[in-house]
């Protein structure tokens, strides 16, 4: 499970968020092309069907299935986004649950005290059975 922290410098309005969940991503070429800014994520970082928690301002927004692995992108904004990950839009759904929420159940649950709220990058939640009992929660 990854949880993917959208930037407030490419989406500044909660709108902006909406808009590129229900309009952009799923009318990309190909459908659900989500391109990556480099240092995010590890090239082997994303796995095929992997549950990826879209978050934005501290609160999941979106939640979906990834459709492939992290990809090299060379499309006309490869300079700026040199990867990319297929959403699997079957799958994307729209939610609302604070990520410190869950990052609360995950400490509670497994007794493991890696910082979801607070990291730069993309955290991985890699406990299983944790993963598999929120994913269930929220789908």
Not at 103 to 128: A, C, D, F, M
Request: glycine residues 6%; charged residues 25%; aromatic residues 12%.
């Amino acid at each position: 499970m990854r949880i993917v922290k959208l930037s407030e410098k490419i989406f500044p309005e909660l709108e902006d968020v909406m808009e590129f969940f229900k309009n952009s991503l799923p009318n990309w070429n190909p459908p659900g092309k989500f391109r990556i800014t480099d240092g995010r994520i590890a090239r082997d970082g994303l796995q095929p069907g992997e549950e990826v928690l879209f978050s934005y301002s501290g609160i999941i927004r979106y939640i979906a299935r990834s459709a492939t692995g992290c990809r090299k992108n060379e499309d006309e904004y490869q300079s700026e986004y040199p990867f990319y990950f297929l959403v699997e839009m079957n799958t994307l759904q729209s939610i609302e649950i604070s990520l410190r929420d869950v990052e609360q159940r995950y400490h509670h649950e497994t007794g493991e005290t890696k910082s979801l709220v607070q990291t730069q990058g993309w955290p991985k939640i890699e406990n299983r059975i944790f993963a598999n009992n929120l994913w269930e929660s929220l789908t």
